[in-house]
């Protein structure tokens, strides 16, 4: 077999003319569908499929039209049926292109640029999930308690059962997966599969034996506890280990520039290494063409700056780290707390780095931290598929400090995860430290990691995700403080840089190593290239040997056992996986077995089944827990769709960046399963969990440029 380069398939002729669509107009006019069909193998960019299997856009959807007209008449055909297709389709169809913002249009010079808009779909219509579920009953009632209704008289919810099962919608399955896992549904009458457990008098059954075995069980841990969530809201929450990082760093930066006017140097016991001159200059993002804050590296308190090219070699700075001992002993030398009780070894003995817990990643399989996507339930299918490592969706850490309920559900854990971490985002050391700190005192994991990479401007913007790179005297306090509150790990995700062709990780990267994080993710693209282009594994290569000892990890285009084993011939410790595991999640499997796995149509349907199962867990299994989770399954689908089956393929393996042509499947379920409307998307979520709500609609989140 030859061997398959990283990136795009490389076209076999100069005369390899336009891309799918000109091909079609061809086939309409003159030339042979034989012919046509193999020219799509010849188009840039687009995967190669054998031709047997090829086909047009309006062959494609037409089959699909005829199969669901087939199947409609057969099950119950009725003209009012047919008139709720109709206006669903006319909801769903395919969202038109992005326009660019007008602010973008009148720059340099009144010229316009050039450029494709991408990144989220904020115009898409959305509808939350408790829109569907407004008729609802009383929450004393499901919870059997109808004695003592929590409202009182001010109640709106239904206190009458007969009334509210009447305009209920109807039952999905005959089955609960909740009452057949724990032996009781807590959502009683409210769930929508409410058949397999309520009795005469809309009693909630209840399996005893079963519900002796789960007893006690936690299967989610780190949830919000209501009393942590009120002193949150109210500021009582003490954070002494920050503030007294913090008050340090405060006293470097008066140090530092008393020593400036005195014309002196400011290396003084009390100062960090990047404290100088904090009060003075402010901190913002710069605007120049991809350079570190001040020239490449942190500047220590009063001293000179270091040339260019030694930071540019890597070279560790030993008085950075004189810097931070000296600052460790003035804290030593402070006089210590008045406390109550007796004094233990952990009010006199702080942790030292070496004594904190370690974590082996190497060699491991890491699940990226997923926006949306990468829920529980998602993490417990790749985690059952291979994946070692899994971490939490990104979670502010303003957020978090204010004890906002949606930005704690990010942390929760499955008890499958066995080593899992969450990742934090934020631009500034006193909110990081303290949410560290926070998070340390409050919840299980094993390691915390920084996001330094994300691309939205509304994190960058503000100097957070790829902004942390430009701004190095924040990013090492950053560092420096979260690790001094942790017991576990502090880990880090980047990029390239932020510029193009401007790559600044290699300059960041030792100093990075010298602050103390255990592990370092490295993402081969920069900021402005988002999915455009392909991850440059030779850079990650060369920044892998700077970070030495510290473990790096790859991220970027693995979608197989072949790109992952040639991640790992550089000099990575392991490679991290994101939108390879959203569009296959077997792909752990795969790499384990160093195999391609022809996965059937039904293996794929099955898992989509277990996901339904967990989300219906996770979120509820009444109306509003099963559209969400419906809502999830059809984001995942957004991703899903770009799979093409190995025993199709012309040339395998299939290419992160090449996208799927229409072909028709070996079955209908693998043509459903291949189709980019979203329209096909919503079929295959009405074969999972019923019907569609009369005012559904959907349109998916993310509308990045995954093709050339």
């Known amino acids: 077999r030859t061997h398959v380069f990283w990136g795009f398939s490389k076209p076999r002729s100069q005369n390899s003319r336009t891309r799918q669509q000109g091909i079609m107009e061809e086939n309409r006019s003159s030339r042979p569908p034989a012919e046509a069909k193999a020219r799509v193998n010849d188009d840039k960019g687009v995967a190669a499929i054998k031709t047997q299997y090829l086909t047009t856009k309006e062959q494609f959807h037409e089959s699909l039209d005829a199969r669901r007209e087939s199947v409609g008449k057969t099950a119950e055909g009725s003209e009012a049926q047919g008139e709720a297709q109709e206006s669903r389709e006319d909801v769903t169809e395919e969202p038109q292109a992005k326009k660019i913002k007008l602010a973008d249009e009148g720059k340099e010079g009144g010229k316009r640029r050039d450029k494709r808009a991408r990144g989220q779909f904020k115009s898409r219509p959305h509808m939350k999930p408790n829109s569907y579920d407004n008729r609802r009953l009383c929450p004393s009632i499901v919870q059997e308690n109808a004695s003592k209704c929590f409202f009182g008289e001010k109640c709106k919810f239904f206190h009458d059962i007969s009334e509210y099962l009447a305009l209920k919608p109807a039952d999905v399955g005959e089955r609960c997966y909740i009452f057949d896992t724990s032996g009781k549904c807590c959502y009683g009458l409210t769930c929508r599969f409410s058949k397999a457990h309520i009795g005469e008098g809309f009693k909630n059954l209840v399996n005893e034996e079963l519900l002796k075995k789960t007893e006690g069980r936690v299967t989610v841990k780190n949830r919000l506890d209501k009393d942590l969530q009120q002193r949150l809201r109210k500021r009582q929450v003490s954070f002494s280990a920050s503030e007294d990082f913090l008050e340090t760093i405060n006293k470097g930066s008066h140090q530092g520039s008393a020593a400036k006017k005195n014309g002196t140097n400011g290396a003084t016991p009390g100062n960090l290494p990047t404290a100088a001159g904090e009060n003075s200059a402010p901190d913002t993002p710069p605007a120049g063409p991809g350079g570190v804050e001040g020239p490449t590296g942190v500047q220590e308190a009063g001293s000179k700056r270091q040339p260019d090219d030694a930071q540019d070699g890597g070279v560790p700075s030993s008085v950075e780290t004189k810097g931070l001992d000296l600052a460790q002993e003035s804290l030593e030398k ?78 929760k854990r499955h008890e499958s995860e066995d080593l899992f971490g969450v990742q934090l985002e934020g631009s500034f050391p006193d909110t990081m430290t303290k949410c560290a700190e926070l998070l340390n005192d409050n919840i299980e994991v094993d390691f915390v990691d920084i996001n330094s990479g994300c691309p939205i401007d509304l994190v960058y913007n503000k100097g957070g995700g790829c902004g942390l790179m430009t701004r190095t005297r924040k990013f090492e306090q950053i560092v420096r403080g979260m690790n001094s509150v942790l017991d576990v790990p502090l880990t880090v995700k980047i990029r390239t840089g932020v510029q193009e062709k401007s790559n600044i990780a290699h300059k960041l990267i030792p100093e990075l190593r010298d602050w103390g994080v255990s592990l370092i993710t490295l993402h081969g693209r920069s900021r402005e290239q988002r999915y455009t282009k392909s991850a440059d594994w030779d850079y990650i290569d060369t920044c892998a040997k700077l970070a030495s000892p510290v473990p790096l990890f790859g991220n970027g285009d693995i979608l197989s056992y072949e790109d992952a084993m040639k991640a790992r011939e550089t000099g990575v410790s392991g490679v991290m996986i994101g939108r390879g595991a959203l569009i296959k999640p077997w792909i752990f499997t795969e790499i384990k077995e160093r195999r391609h796995w022809d996965i059937s149509s039904t293996e794929r349907f099955d898992l989509l089944k277990d996901y339904t199962n967990f989300g219906l867990e996770h979120w509820g299994s009444d109306t509003q827990g099963l559209e969400k989770t419906r809502s999830f399954i059809l984001e995942w689908l957004s991703f899903m769709c770009r799979y093409i089956p190995v025993g199709l393929l012309e040339r395998v393996p299939q290419k992160i960046n090449e996208r799927p042509p229409y072909y028709m499947g070996r079955d209908y379920l693998e043509t459903l399963m291949a189709s980019q409307h979203v329209g096909d998307w919503i079929k295959i979520s009405e074969m999972l969990l019923g019907p569609t709500p009369a005012n559904f609609s959907f349109l998916p989140k993310h509308k990045a440029n995954a093709y050339k």
Do not use: H
């Open 334 to 411: 402070r006089a210590p707390l008045k406390t109550l009780g007796a004094l233990t070894d952990a009010d006199v003995v702080k942790l030292r780095p070496c004594e904190k817990k370690r974590v082996d990643f190497t060699d491991k399989l890491y699940l990226a931290p997923l926006t949306t996507c990468g829920n529980l339930p998602f993490r417990r299918i790749c985690k059952r598929l291979g994946a070692d490592i899994t971490c939490g969706e990104m979670a502010m850490c303003t957020n978090l400090l204010q004890g906002q309920a949606s930005e704690w559900a990010l942390l």
